[in-house]
């Protein structure tokens, strides 16, 4: 008996994430002929409240969930010594139906740095900024009242469901404490920062739902006969006759089941293959079809096709510390909700199923602000002086750190812990330290991946998150929601940089109140928590970076695989440099220009 023929498409995405979706969609709906398969290792999301609630996005990182990749990085010493993890969206829509809904905009410099410091012709600011505003409806104020933002596109962005006293009461205390850096209403304007200001979110203001690409650019459009979303199958390898990509080859995904049969199945792509499963699967689908660095390639038996170290070589995110704050009883938290309790869940349930308002249509963060360190604050951290002054001091656009109020706890279940809470986050913007992102096995496309996150190899970055946790502290304290820390420094018998009771037992300080003194033994104090505190920022990008072959480059500025033909990568491992912000409106750009990149090659107009 003969066996069964490939399945033959003109375009194969290998993954089916932010990108995936929302490229699919646009060639999909631009030319009707053109036969489109994509490849998901998670599942459907279509209206399932986990994914459309945006309150319920912690749940994702619960340990049994199925939803994200849990990533677990090798002991860091430079972290505590921690195997830390790292998930990555697995799911219809990727990172978008799984996300903090955080609306971060890059600064518009970052993308003048994709164009200029990489050669990356067309992808400056002026390039990504009409994109940035085709995917929005920014509902706030005027419709174009602004000119950097959208006010047609199909994702919302909006304040939520509810603004929390939390929020409120951080840029009052701000307002009075940090009064030099002054305020705004948009501080995702894209040239603008060292502003505190109220924080958008990905949310739709009329119906309280997540702002995703899977429910706005896949299913709310009428069903697609010339687009096939295969679920559970994981991309094992491109195929290629030469050089040139075929198809791929993939495999029943074990996590959605686990006694799922291991047959190796391929299909036939006519015209493309793209490679879009993220920072952690397109360098790892890349290595497993031959195309990488060899000496990562060979002593695992992979035939090398294309010799190119850059894949997997410089893995970026940013680095964070949240610390947890005891606040006082009668605040509006979402600590119930993520703790399940009825009486909370059922109130809010209500509300949100009648008018789409309320904390389910909330995500915790209602204010923050960019920073850019004063000559002050700079002469605290002499190993970042030199970064300072190549990197930042003349990129004024560039925030060193996003520093935010969270109305709830974020981190890892409290034992005993049933006070209501508020949280004081701190992410640096573009760590110096990187790592790497290799495959383990040249076989077994389950197998763990080698990847090491250099977190912290720079003591720049150690400084830099100091900063942000005395910075926090002295406006946390001030706060009248504060009622002491949860987390905490383990400051020696006597420090005076010591909290002075228990949680929720310490009472906020006046807004005039002198700043903590830290001594030399509370400053290794401070230092030994943000290293045992450090915890990824779930913005991983950079592993097959835009940039010239030479230099690391894995895509050029089409996004062609150095070396091959008919091979693409397009997701936020294509970032050739860090963005300072999370990194969903940066893949929504990257998408929209890869749709019209891939457009013009296969003669459509979109």
Same mark, same amino acid.
Request: negative net charge.
């Given at each position: ?6 399945? /033959? ?31 998901? *290792?998670?599942?459907?999301? @279509? ?8 309150? #319920? ?7 049994? +969930? ?35 809904? %955080? ?32 995917? $929005? ?38 307002? @009075? ?52 979303? $295969? ?119 209500? %509300? ?107 003591? *720049?970055?150690?400084?830099?998150? %100091? ?6 502290? /002295?406006?946390?304290? #001030? ?15 006597? +420090? ?8 929720? /037992? $310490? ?9 903590? $003194? ?12 943000? #290293? ?14 835009? @940039? ?59």
């Amino acid at each position: 008996m003969a066996a069964p023929s490939s399945p /033959e498409y003109d375009i194969i995405f290998a993954g089916g994430g932010t990108t995936a979706c929302l490229v699919a969609s646009r060639l999909s709906a631009a030319s009707p002929d053109l036969k489109i398969l994509i490849l998901e *290792s998670g599942d459907h999301t @279509k209206n399932k409240l986990e994914h459309i609630q945006p309150a #319920r996005y912690l749940s994702h990182l619960a340990p049994f +969930s199925q939803t994200v990749t849990f990533h677990k990085a090798e002991k860091n010493e430079n972290a505590g010594g921690r195997e830390m993890i790292f998930p990555t969206g697995r799911c219809v829509g990727g990172g978008s139906s799984v996300n903090f809904m %955080m609306y971060t905009r890059a600064a518009a410099s970052d993308y003048d740095d994709w164009e200029k410091v990489y050669g990356n012709e067309g992808w400056g600011s002026k390039d990504l900024i009409p994109l940035l505003k085709k995917t $929005e409806h920014y509902q706030l104020g005027e419709p174009g009242t602004l000119e950097t933002h959208g006010y047609s596109g199909p994702l919302k962005v909006s304040m939520g469901g509810a603004v929390t006293d939390i929020g409120k009461n951080f840029l009052d205390v701000a307002s @009075k404490y940090d009064k030099d850096r002054g305020s705004t209403e948009d501080a995702n304007g894209l040239f603008e920062v060292d502003k505190y200001g109220p924080w958008q979110k990905w949310i739709d203001a009329k119906t309280g739902t997540r702002s995703d690409v899977a429910h706005h650019f896949i299913y709310n459009q009428p069903e697609k006969k010339n687009l096939t979303i $295969e679920t559970a199958k994981r991309v094992h390898r491109v195929i290629f006759d030469g050089t040139t990509a075929v198809g791929v080859e993939y495999v029943n995904d074990l996590t959605t089941n686990p006694s799922a049969d291991q047959t190796f199945q391929t299909a036939k792509a006519r015209k493309m293959v793209i490679v879009s499963a993220g920072s952690f699967g397109s360098p790892a689908i890349l290595e497993r079809s031959g195309v990488g660095a060899r000496d990562v390639l060979e002593p695992l038996g992979v035939e090398v096709k294309v010799d190119l170290p850059g894949v997997g070589a410089e893995y970026q995110d940013h680095n964070g510390v949240f610390t947890t704050y005891a606040a006082r009883d009668d605040e509006v938290t979402l600590d119930g909700l993520i703790r399940g309790e009825p009486s909370e869940v059922n109130k809010w349930t209500e %509300m949100w199923t009648k008018t789409g308002q309320g904390l389910l249509a909330h995500n915790g963060i209602d204010a923050g602000v960019k920073l850019r360190p004063t000559a002050q604050e700079l002469a605290q951290m002499p190993a970042f002086s030199t970064r300072w002054k190549e990197y930042f001091q003349n990129a004024p656009d560039k925030p060193v750190l996003w520093m935010g109020p969270l109305s709830m706890h974020v981190g890892l279940p409290v034992p005993g812990l049933t006070k209501k809470c508020f949280t004081l986050g701190a992410f640096t913007c573009y760590p110096e330290s990187t790592g790497t992102v290799h495959i383990s096995s040249s076989t077994n496309p389950h197998a763990p991946l080698n990847f090491k996150s250099g977190f912290f190899t720079k003591k *720049s970055d150690v400084e830099v998150l %100091m900063w942000g946790y005395k910075k926090s502290r /002295e406006l946390a304290r #001030r706060m009248a929601a504060y009622r002491g820390a949860v987390m905490k420094p383990s400051f020696s018998s006597g +420090s005076q940089a010591d909290f002075t009771g228990s949680p929720g /037992e $310490e009472a906020p300080v006046d807004i005039q109140a002198k700043d903590i $003194e830290y001594s030399e033994e509370d400053e290794k104090a401070v230092e030994e928590y943000v #290293r045992n505190k450090v915890t990824t920022t779930w913005h991983a990008l950079g592993t097959c970076p835009a @940039k010239p072959r030479d230099q690391g480059g894995v895509v050029d500025s089409t996004l062609s695989v150095y070396g091959c033909q008919r091979l693409k990568v397009a997701d936020l491992s294509i970032a050739p440099g860090n963005v300072g912000s999370n990194t969903y409106s940066s893949t929504l750009a990257i998408a929209e220009k890869a749709a019209i990149i891939f457009a013009k090659e296969l003669g459509i107009e979109l």
